[in-house]
Every structure is written in structure tokens, then in C-alpha cells.
């Protein structure tokens, strides 16, 4: 039985745009010899719809394109995610999850997803109504078991037992010869490994072949890397589709033989592409087609310029320079050099004038009171005013360039460098960014390496360090993945060894600066807890621990 995995970038609420999507991938699937075919949880609707979904319109046309792609379909099956009804005169919630297995210009078969993940960064149970049965299919002399998604996971690679029903055991015991899943499991560091361990335990506590169809591509904050899989029986890895790329493959799990399929990327690797990505779609699906940038000389500005001219060409990226009096030449010179590696515009608009202009305009309210960090910060909102007057007289989307380490403390400006439409790297830490910029350059020079190896600066002050504020990057980065990602408290981390003014410096300053960070704007997720989606702090709260 020749399967075809559709492994395709869906759209949200694009039912025409989805739709053609499924029937070319369909098409190429049937030229290489298809005789069923597969896409991704919910590839009609897009994942995740989130409130779309309450719009009275919503899955009425959902329904219609359903029904469209339906006539589209002769003998070979395809099967297709999709959002529909839950029986009005039932209890319950209004909607289902669910796969439709189209045939012979029908859909033949409705399944609907059974568990519904309510935690990180999904919140099902808000919108879909569970399955109450998990039936097998019957077709050419093969019982085939339907899985959507979180079907598979189980407690094994959850941090608890969440659910009391196991759907792949409900199908083994009902007798199945092969397990389908139709997923969009969104990347984090670790998590193709995770799913890799994962699908092949299923296939060998069920004792058949499991062909596991991912989602690729990048909606809001949610990045979804493909890696669709193959493994027979035994649980061994037969075919893995590419990481962060559309691509259709053919293969019969019941021939298959297992391949040296190695994840044959590194952390880094796989931290870039991610982003690559996540800027490609997040940018072009926002109706956009260029970028523009404030490149300070640092590691940060130069490492989104990067991901940004890989992601759109880089005649779609537009920097700014905007040296103050306390920038080093230097910097403006790392700059313009890394705008010539790359290709793109570079322009240099000093602030100095206007820097003094504000100061001697605030001077009457300010008189004789020290400089401190107001000054520091009229600077990064000066550059924010200058970067904003080129997005809107250009139409270009505005990136900000702030790592997570920043954003965490909050060494970082409201309404200044925080001030853009997306935060590529705000999910990466400090030490997660000189890393990927270190393989960027694995070949040759593409940020300057005097950017990669000079101490970090906000040059917002003479002589300024990001060091004379804050703990060796390091150390902070340690800190902040147990506190933020493994939400240890600080006397727990403590007893990791770290030094205890510094923790408690770090979990008060993470703390304080929620308010920041719920004004910030939307990042792209590659850790397993990033800041906005999928970790919902109260900005009023008084608890310590």
C-alpha cells in the first residue's frame, strides 16, 4: 500500500489558498503512485484557528471547502484536517477536531480527534468537543487506525499522565494493520528527537507501521517543522521527511526497510532554520514583502539581519544605523560591513542632533537632576521613531532584535528597541546567539567577526558594558532556563549551585518586568517556554518563590 504524505504549509482560514494546496500536493503524491494519501491535523483550516473558530462564518465555509475538495477526489483516498460541527442537541463544546477521509467524490469517514491538549501553547478544550470511539477503517483488506495528533502522546513524553483513554490501544484492540497520524506538533529545541523516540515506541507497542504526517511552516509565534515519518512494525525508521520545508513523499510502510535517517542537524541549525522560517511566513502571510532594521554594530541586530535576508532575499531587508554620541565608530563600521556581506541597504542617520534637541527641550522639568537611565533611554526611542517613520513611509514590517536573556530582566526599552511587529530572536538566549551566529559563520564571515568577538554593549553611556548591569551571560542564561522554562523556584536553583544574590536578582527582575513583556511584540517560539504564548503570567501578583 503506497501512502503519500502530503507534508504542506497551510495558511489560517485560507480555505481557497489551503484547498489548492491540498489538491497540488494531492496531485504529486498520485504521480508518484499514491493509493492514499495524507495531510496534517487540521491542513484545511490551518493550526491553530484559536477564536476564528467563533465567527459565525467560519466553519460553514470550512465545511464548503471541504466539500469542494471532496468532488475533487476519485478513487484515491485522501485524508484531510478540517474543523467541523459537534451535534448542536448534544452537550458539550460547539466544535470537533476532526479528519475527513474522502473517496469516490464523498467523504466517507469522520474521525475526530480524542485528547485534547490544554497546556503550553494549546488550548483545545476551549473550542472542540472530544471523540467518544476510535474505529478502525476497513479498506482493500487492511483495518488502518486515524490518530490526530496528541492520539499518540503519551504519558511516556508528557510531563504527567493527563488523559484516561490511550486511542492507538482502543484501535489495537479492535484490530489494526496500520496507524495513520495527521499532526501539527510545533517545533521546539529537541522536540524532532523527542518525536523520533516517541512514534517509534507506538509502532512497536502496536506491533504495526505508523506514517506520522506533520505540518511545516509558521503561524503567529508557533513554528511547525515538519520532519513526517515513516517506521515499520518494529518501530524502526523507514523515511523522514525534510526539517521546515514542504515536500511529498511516497512510500509502502509495509516494504518499508529501515534507513540510516539521521537528524543530521545541529542545535543551531535548527534554531536558524526555525527562524528562517518563522519570518518568511509571519512576515508574508501578514500581507508584507520587506523588512526594515536598527544595526547597532552587536551581535543581536547582526544575527536578525541574517535570518531576515536568507528568509525574504535580501532586497527585501532595509537597515538603519543610527549612532548616537556615545556609539564607537566601530560599530558603525561593523554595521555597513555586515550590510555588504549580506547585500542589503544600509543607511546611517545619526540622532545626535535630536538626542540634544530632547535633552535641552526636558531641561526646565529635568533641572538638577543627574543624568541616568532617562537619557539612556530617549536614545532608544529616538531610534524607534526614526525606524517607524521608515516602516510606515516604505511599508515595511519593523523587526525588533532583542534576545531572551534582555527581555527576560527587562535590559531592554518600551517603546524603544522593543518598539516593531515581530521579535525574531526573543526566544534566544544570549549564549544561543553567539552560537547560531557562530555557525553562521562556520564557513566564512558573514557577521564581522569583531561583532561575534567584542564584549556586548547598549552604547547608550561612555564606556557602557552589558556586564556592568547584568551577570556574565552564562550564568544568567542558566538561571533563566530553570526559573522561566523549568519554573524552578530560586532556593531549588540555588542548591544547583548558582549564587544566591544573583538568583534572587534574576527571579525579581524577571518578575517585575512582566508588564514589559505583555507589550512586547510577538516572538518566535523555538525553546520549550517562550515568553507570550504558552506561558500566561499575571503582571499584578505578589508571590515570591
Same mark, same amino acid.
Given at each position: 500500500m503506497k501512502?503519500?504524505?502530503?507534508?504542506?504549509?497551510?495558511v489560517i482560514?485560507?480555505?481557497p489558498?489551503?484547498?489548492?494546496r491540498?489538491?497540488?500536493?494531492?496531485?504529486?503524491?498520485?504521480?508518484?503512485?499514491?493509493?492514499?494519501?495524507?495531510?496534517?491535523?487540521?491542513?484545511?483550516?490551518?493550526y491553530p484557528p484559536?477564536?476564528l473558530?467563533?465567527?459565525?462564518q467560519?466553519?460553514?465555509?470550512?465545511?464548503q471547502?471541504?466539500?469542494?475538495?471532496a468532488?475533487?477526489i476519485?478513487?484515491v483516498?485522501?485524508?484531510?484536517?478540517?474543523?467541523?460541527?459537534?451535534h448542536p442537541?448534544h452537550?458539550?463544546?460547539p466544535?470537533?477536531?476532526?479528519?475527513?477521509?474522502l473517496?469516490?467524490?464523498?467523504v466517507?469517514?469522520?474521525i475526530?480527534?480524542?485528547?485534547?491538549p490544554?497546556?503550553?501553547?494549546?488550548?483545545?478544550?476551549?473550542?472542540?468537543?472530544p471523540g467518544?470511539?476510535?474505529?478502525?477503517?476497513?479498506?482493500?483488506?487492511?483495518?488502518?487506525g486515524v490518530?490526530i495528533?496528541?492520539?499518540?502522546?503519551?504519558?511516556? $513524553?508528557?510531563?504527567?499522565? +493527563?488523559y484516561d /483513554? &490511550?486511542? #492507538?490501544?482502543?484501535?489495537?484492540a479492535k484490530?489494526?494493520? =496500520?496507524? @495513520?497520524n495527521?499532526?501539527?506538533?510545533?517545533f521546539?529545541?529537541?522536540k524532532p528527537?523527542?518525536?523520533r523516540?516517541?512514534i517509534?515506541g507506538?509502532?512497536?507497542?502496536?506491533?504495526?507501521p505508523?506514517?506520522?504526517?506533520n505540518?511545516?511552516?509558521a503561524?503567529?509565534?508557533l513554528?511547525f517543522?515538519?520532519?513526517s515519518l515513516?517506521?515499520d512494525?518494529?518501530g524502526?525508521?523507514?523515511e523522514?521527511?525534510?526539517?521546515?520545508?514542504?515536500e511529498?513523499?511516497?512510500?509502502?510502510?509495509?516494504?518499508?526497510?529501515?534507513?540510516?535517517v539521521?537528524?543530521?542537524?545541529?542545535?543551531?541549525?535548527?534554531? $536558524?532554520?526555525?527562524?528562517? +522560517?518563522g519570518v /518568511? &511566513?509571519? #512576515?508574508t502571510k501578514c500581507?508584507f514583502?520587506?523588512?526594515? =532594521?536598527? @544595526?547597532?554594530?552587536?551581535?543581536?541586530?547582526?544575527?536578525?539581519?541574517?535570518?531576515?535576508a536568507?528568509?525574504l532575499?535580501?532586497?527585501n531587508?532595509?537597515?538603519?544605523t543610527m549612532?548616537?554620541?556615545?556609539?564607537s565608530?566601530?560599530?558603525v563600521d561593523?554595521?555597513?560591513?555586515?550590510?555588504?556581506?549580506?547585500?542589503?541597504r544600509c543607511?546611517?542617520v545619526?540622532?545626535?542632533?535630536?538626542?540634544?534637541?530632547?535633552k535641552?527641550?526636558?531641561?526646565?522639568?529635568?533641572?538638577?537632576?543627574?543624568?541616568d537611565?532617562?537619557?539612556?533611554n530617549?536614545?532608544?526611542?529616538?531610534?524607534?521613531?526614526?525606524?517607524m517613520?521608515?516602516?510606515?513611509?516604505e511599508?515595511?514590517?519593523?523587526l525588533?532584535t532583542?534576545?531572551?536573556?534582555?527581555?527576560?530582566v527587562?535590559?531592554?526599552?518600551i517603546?524603544g528597541?522593543m518598539?516593531?511587529g515581530?521579535a525574531?530572536i526573543?526566544?534566544?538566549?544570549?549564549?544561543?546567539?553567539?552560537?547560531?551566529?557562530?555557525w553562521i559563520n562556520?564557513e566564512?564571515?558573514?557577521?564581522?567577526?569583531?561583532?561575534v568577538?567584542k564584549?556586548?554593549?547598549?552604547?547608550?553611556?561612555?564606556?557602557?558594558?552589558?556586564?556592568d548591569?547584568l551577570?556574565?551571560y552564562?550564568?544568567?542564561d542558566g538561571?533563566?532556563?530553570?526559573?522561566?522554562?523549568?519554573?524552578?523556584?530560586?532556593?531549588?536553583?540555588?542548591s544547583?549551585?548558582f549564587?544566591?544574590t544573583t538568583v534572587r536578582w534574576?527571579?525579581?527582575?524577571?518578575d517585575?518586568n512582566?508588564?514589559?513583556?505583555?507589550q512586547?511584540?510577538?516572538?518566535?517560539?523555538?525553546t520549550s517556554?517562550?515568553?507570550?504564548i504558552g506561558?500566561r503570567?499575571?503582571?499584578?501578583q505578589?508571590?515570591?518563590?
Amino acid at each position: 500500500m503506497k501512502i503519500g504524505i502530503a507534508q504542506i504549509n497551510s495558511v489560517i482560514g485560507d480555505f481557497p489558498g489551503n484547498a489548492k494546496r491540498i489538491l497540488a500536493a494531492y496531485r504529486e503524491c498520485l504521480e508518484g503512485g499514491a493509493e492514499l494519501v495524507v495531510t496534517p491535523e487540521l491542513s484545511l483550516v490551518g493550526y491553530p484557528p484559536r477564536d476564528l473558530v467563533f465567527k459565525s462564518q467560519f466553519v460553514p465555509k470550512c465545511l464548503q471547502a471541504l466539500d469542494y475538495l471532496a468532488g475533487e477526489i476519485r478513487e484515491v483516498p485522501l485524508l484531510v484536517g478540517y474543523v467541523d460541527h459537534h451535534h448542536p442537541a448534544h452537550p458539550g463544546k460547539p466544535f470537533r477536531n476532526a479528519a475527513a477521509w474522502l473517496e469516490n467524490g464523498k467523504v466517507q469517514h469522520r474521525i475526530w480527534k480524542t485528547l485534547l491538549p490544554t497546556y503550553d501553547v494549546f488550548d483545545e478544550r476551549r473550542y472542540f468537543e472530544p471523540g467518544d470511539s476510535s474505529e478502525p477503517i476497513s479498506w482493500r483488506g487492511k483495518r488502518i487506525g486515524v490518530t490526530i495528533c496528541e492520539d499518540i502522546w503519551t504519558e511516556d $513524553y508528557l510531563q504527567r499522565p +493527563l488523559y484516561d /483513554r &490511550d486511542p #492507538v490501544e482502543e484501535l489495537s484492540a479492535k484490530g489494526i494493520d =496500520l496507524l @495513520l497520524n495527521l499532526s501539527a506538533s510545533p517545533f521546539h529545541l529537541g522536540k524532532p528527537l523527542l518525536r523520533r523516540a516517541m512514534i517509534g515506541g507506538i509502532a512497536r507497542k502496536a506491533k504495526v507501521p505508523v506514517v506520522y504526517c506533520n505540518a511545516v511552516g509558521a503561524n503567529d509565534q508557533l513554528v511547525f517543522d515538519g520532519h513526517s515519518l515513516v517506521t515499520d512494525g518494529n518501530g524502526r525508521i523507514a523515511e523522514q521527511l525534510a526539517g521546515f520545508a514542504d515536500e511529498c513523499e511516497v512510500i509502502d510502510p509495509f516494504l518499508a526497510v529501515e534507513r540510516d535517517v539521521p537528524l543530521d542537524s545541529c542545535d543551531a541549525e535548527d534554531l $536558524y532554520k526555525a527562524l528562517v +522560517l518563522g519570518v /518568511r &511566513d509571519y #512576515v508574508t502571510k501578514c500581507g508584507f514583502s520587506s523588512v526594515c =532594521l536598527g @544595526l547597532s554594530g552587536g551581535i543581536d541586530s547582526a544575527l536578525t539581519a541574517v535570518i531576515a535576508a536568507d528568509a525574504l532575499g535580501p532586497e527585501n531587508v532595509r537597515g538603519l544605523t543610527m549612532p548616537s554620541p556615545y556609539s564607537s565608530r566601530g560599530s558603525v563600521d561593523d554595521s555597513f560591513a555586515l550590510a555588504k556581506n549580506l547585500g542589503i541597504r544600509c543607511d546611517e542617520v545619526p540622532i545626535r542632533h535630536a538626542f540634544e534637541a530632547v535633552k535641552a527641550t526636558m531641561e526646565p522639568i529635568f533641572e538638577g537632576k543627574p543624568e541616568d537611565v532617562t537619557e539612556e533611554n530617549m536614545q532608544a526611542r529616538l531610534r524607534a521613531i526614526l525606524l517607524m517613520a521608515l516602516s510606515n513611509k516604505e511599508n515595511h514590517l519593523l523587526l525588533t532584535t532583542g534576545n531572551k536573556s534582555e527581555l527576560a530582566v527587562g535590559y531592554c526599552t518600551i517603546y524603544g528597541d522593543m518598539c516593531g511587529g515581530l521579535a525574531v530572536i526573543s526566544d534566544l538566549p544570549k549564549t544561543r546567539v553567539y552560537e547560531v551566529s557562530r555557525w553562521i559563520n562556520r564557513e566564512r564571515e558573514i557577521i564581522p567577526w569583531n561583532t561575534v568577538e567584542k564584549p556586548p554593549s547598549a552604547e547608550l553611556r561612555p564606556d557602557q558594558k552589558d556586564q556592568d548591569t547584568l551577570p556574565p551571560y552564562e550564568i544568567l542564561d542558566g538561571i533563566l532556563e530553570l526559573y522561566v522554562e523549568h519554573q524552578l523556584s530560586a532556593d531549588e536553583i540555588v542548591s544547583r549551585g548558582f549564587d544566591e544574590t544573583t538568583v534572587r536578582w534574576v527571579q525579581r527582575r524577571v518578575d517585575l518586568n512582566e508588564w514589559k513583556r505583555h507589550q512586547a511584540a510577538p516572538g518566535l517560539r523555538v525553546t520549550s517556554k517562550a515568553f507570550g504564548i504558552g506561558r500566561r503570567m499575571p503582571i499584578v501578583q505578589r508571590f515570591v518563590g
